[in-house]
Each structure stands twice: as structure tokens, then as C-alpha cells.
């Protein structure tokens, strides 16, 4: 599904990458931990191909996103790469029905199939009644469920979330937690989360420890 090999990174002369190798199946749920600076940023927005490697591969689905051909990096990213990010990154001055619909249109989809998929993940997901909402009419729980809409309307192959739950309080944490494993018993999705959260990094199917720009083994968790 996800194949990291040997990647790299430098910003000037600080190595914040040194050589990552990683493996992620289709349907894992796996999150990355490790003290600040470790580069467990850097290494997923280079997964999800929001920064370029020094050198190294990505491959999503046998694809390598730095050789995209003809449909553009852009368009790579918004068919197979959903993000979730710790502060929702919802535009104002849409609804939150059409916050979820953005990513399909982009992708060129028709409105009204983007407005009926849009409709079954706010049912899924239990936001029905919320849909035309803007985002300062929601709870925090709410706006993270839509962005959570958002990242999986056009079916992509992975979802990408940094510090998803950092901004919730105890009980939203839980309720989004529970959703991510919902979403891969019912979708099949998989999910690569960063987090400083201890519960979570525990309750995934793996948890990569990182520390100085490396993976590393058999080491205690610096959440």
C-alpha cells in the first residue's frame, strides 16, 4: 500500500530525516510517536507529498507520486491522500456541507454526486443535522468529524492525520478515535496518524517510534 525507502531531508544544515524506511498495508492503522524535532512531521507531509525528500521514494499503491505523468502532482494528491489535521483547516465562509464537497469538485466530480456522497459521510458520521452549518456554528468534535468527511470524500487510498485529536477535550478525543476504527472496519481506510497522544498511539495496529530523524526499535514512547 505505502512503501517509504531511504528518504531524507535537510533544512540548511539540520538533518531532520536520516534514512527512513517504511512499510504501511492497505487497512493498518498505524501511528508515529517521538519527543518534538524527532521529524515525525516532516516524514508525513513528505508521505502525503506536501514537501519533497532529499532523496528516497514514496510509492502509494505502486505509484510513485514524484512521477506523476500527466495528471499533476495536485491531482495525485486530491484522488489518493486525505489529510486530517489538528485544527480542522475548514474555510469559513462555507457551510460544512461544502467544506466536504471542495476536495471532489477539484477532482473535477459532478456537484450533485459530490453533494450526495458528501450527504452519506455526514449520515455516516452522524452529522446530518449539520450540514449547512458554518464552521463557528460547530462544536470542536463537529468540526473535526467534517474534516474527517472531507479527507475521505473522493475514496483515497490513505488518510494522512497530524495530531488529529491535540485540540479535543477527553471526550471528542475518544469519539474520533473510535471513528478511525470505524471508518477502517466499515471502508477498508488506512490511516497514518502522528500523535502525542498516549491512548491513541497505543490502541493502533503498530506504533513507529521516532527519534532524531530515525526509526527507531524497542524504544519506550516520548509522547
Do not use: W, Y
Request: net charge negative.
Amino acid at each position: 500500500m505505502i512503501v517509504v525507502e531511504g528518504i531524507t531531508k535537510s533544512f540548511g544544515a539540520l538533518k531532520v530525516l536520516k534514512g527512513i524506511d517504511l512499510r504501511v498495508e492497505k487497512g493498518e492503522i498505524i501511528s508515529i510517536v517521538g519527543a518534538s524535532g524527532a521529524g515525525k512531521t516532516t516524514l508525513l507531509q513528505i508521505m502525503g507529498t506536501l514537501d519533497k525528500a532529499d532523496s528516497g521514494t514514496v510509492c502509494i499503491n505502486g505509484r510513485d507520486p514524484s512521477k506523476p505523468g500527466d495528471s499533476g502532482l495536485s491531482a495525485f494528491r486530491n484522488r489518493n491522500i486525505g489529510f486530517v489535521f489538528q485544527f480542522h483547516q475548514l474555510l469559513p465562509e462555507f457551510t460544512a456541507l461544502e467544506n466536504v464537497m471542495i476536495p471532489a469538485l477539484i477532482g473535477k466530480e459532478k456537484e450533485s454526486r459530490a453533494k450526495a456522497k458528501a450527504m452519506e459521510l455526514f449520515d455516516m458520521l452522524g452529522l446530518l443535522s449539520r450540514t449547512e452549518h458554518k464552521p463557528n456554528e460547530l462544536s470542536g468534535g463537529e468540526k473535526q468529524r467534517v474534516a474527517v468527511a472531507r479527507a475521505l470524500i473522493n475514496d483515497p487510498a490513505v488518510i494522512l492525520a497530524d495530531e488529529p485529536s491535540g485540540s479535543l477535550d477527553t471526550e471528542n478525543k475518544d469519539e474520533l478515535h473510535r471513528l478511525f476504527f470505524k471508518l477502517r472496519d466499515t471502508l477498508g481506510q488506512t490511516f497514518v496518524i502522528v500523535t502525542h497522544d498516549g491512548h491513541l498511539a497505543s490502541i493502533t495496529d503498530r506504533t513507529i517510534h521516532m527519534k532524531d530523524g530515525m526509526i527507531v526499535e524497542n524504544q519506550p514512547e516520548i509522547l
